[in-house]
């Protein structure tokens, strides 16, 4: 199986793929590789995919909370936690942080603080726009929280949230040079999803070869058996991971993916040629001396 993020994986900042890196994918699924997207997108944001693939597949979206079938535009499974798990959070972080503006995912709509800026990404229409802790009412099921602090440094609001929310919800993040913060169910995350959707079709972590370039890729790339960060990817993840891809703009993924479908390709083509050897050498071997499960066997009288 391959898994890989979207966004600085196989996504440039256009929303669009690099023609070797579609090639890659085809060739991979065209040898019988399951290839699934893992990605911190909700299931609204993948018509890049839609555009560009014939066959996008199964995608885990929204960091693991949802797993989306585009063919059927069914949710095939989803993690969420109640309204009533995220408003104590994010009063908490409203008293910390003076400032902080919230979004919350569901699996309809989003409801966003009034000032929340929208993203290109965003859908211009649904989405509800109110202070949060009004807008969702009793019962709702979140996808996704997101608090974000325009003008603070990244990484230290990123930490200050992070100990503010404990151990509550699973905290993330996936844009480096944004004070976003992405929370999600209680020991959420894109690796938690991955491994229970491979193990579904008989898929160990040693058959998954990975990609991903930003925190809340890194679990997904530890626990693959083959993980790659990006070498262009976010620096505390290329230190955590042992193997490095070349950069997006380097068609990285592809790369890996053309040396690792090479290298099974001559595999097999060694396979057979030592095969035929053994075929000829037994065709060749006096009676009684044919190979037998890998040993010689000699009649005895």
């Known amino acids: 199986m391959i898994a890989s993020d979207l966004d600085g994986t196989v996504l440039g900042h256009d929303f669009r793929f690099r023609p070797r890196t579609v090639a890659a994918i085809t060739a991979a699924r065209d040898a019988g590789i399951q290839v699934v997207f893992v990605t911190g997108r909700p299931s609204r944001w993948l018509h890049p995919l839609h555009e560009q693939l014939d066959d996008v597949g199964v995608v885990i979206c929204s960091n693991g909370a949802v797993i989306y079938d585009p063919g059927t535009e069914r949710i095939l499974e989803a993690s969420v936690f109640d309204v009533g798990d995220a408003v104590p959070v994010v009063e908490d972080i409203t008293r910390a942080c003076p400032g902080s503006l919230f979004a919350a995912e569901t699996l309809d709509t989003v409801h966003t603080d009034l000032g929340w800026s929208r993203t290109d990404r965003m859908e211009i229409e649904g989405i509800t ?103 262009d990817g976010h620096p505390g993840v290329v230190a955590a991971v042992p193997r490095t891809a070349p950069a997006f703009t380097e068609d990285g993924v592809a790369q890996v993916i053309e040396e690792y479908l090479a290298s099974v390709s001559g595999d097999r083509a060694r396979d057979g040629a030592d095969d035929r050897t053994r075929d000829r050498a037994d065709d060749r071997a006096p009676e009684g001396a044919r190979r037998h499960d890998g040993e010689k066997e000699t009649d005895r009288a």
Do not use: C
């Open 129 to 231: 726009e109110a202070p949060l802790t009004e807008s969702l009412t009793p019962g709702t099921e979140v996808v996704k929280l997101l608090a974000k602090l325009d003008d603070a440094d990244p990484a230290a609001y990123f930490e200050r949230v992070r100990e503010i929310v404990g151990d509550r919800l699973s905290v993330t993040h996936s844009v480096a040079a944004a004070p976003l913060v992405e929370m999600g169910q209680r020991g959420l995350t894109k690796a938690r999803t991955l491994e229970r959707f491979a193990a579904e079709l008989g898929i160990s972590s040693a058959e998954v070869m990975a990609f991903g370039d930003m925190p809340n890729d890194l679990e997904m790339l530890t626990w693959a058996g083959r993980g790659y960060a990006m070498a």
